[in-house]
Nanobody, 118 residues
């Protein structure tokens, strides 16, 4: 089992910045990717950014150029630096991790609220 704990959410004005952190603990080995998803009220959960163990990244078009995902393997932690925040970025942000054992396992954090005021 892998536990994911997010931190760093909060309330910020439009144009501001926030940095989210997600630390993996427990049996946190063989993790092949970690990432961030978000879900706004009344909407489906959507991918924000992912980072593979090989260093590849993927971003949603809506956040390209504004958000940056990075990781610290030694700390089993992934970060999401969010700049130039917009009201439409308001959502609950969830950390995700994929662990490749004999099967692929997917884990989710509890979510952290990000609210961007106009």
């Amino acid at each position: 089992q892998v536990q994911l704990v997010e931190s760093g959410g909060g309330l910020v004005q439009a144009g501001g910045s926030l940095r989210l952190s997600c630390k993996a603990s427990g049996s946190a080995f063989s993790i092949i990717s970690m990432g961030w998803y978000r879900q706004a009220p009344g909407k489906q959960r959507e991918l924000v950014a992912t980072l593979t163990s090989g260093g590849s990244t993927e971003y949603a078009d809506s956040v390209k150029g504004r958000f940056t995902i990075s990781g610290d393997n030694a700390k089993n932690t992934v970060y999401l630096q969010m700049n130039s925040l917009k009201p439409e970025d308001t959502a609950v942000y969830y950390c995700n991790a994929d662990q490749q054992l004999a099967l692929l396992y997917e884990y989710w954090g509890q979510g952290t609220q990000v609210t961007v005021s106009s």
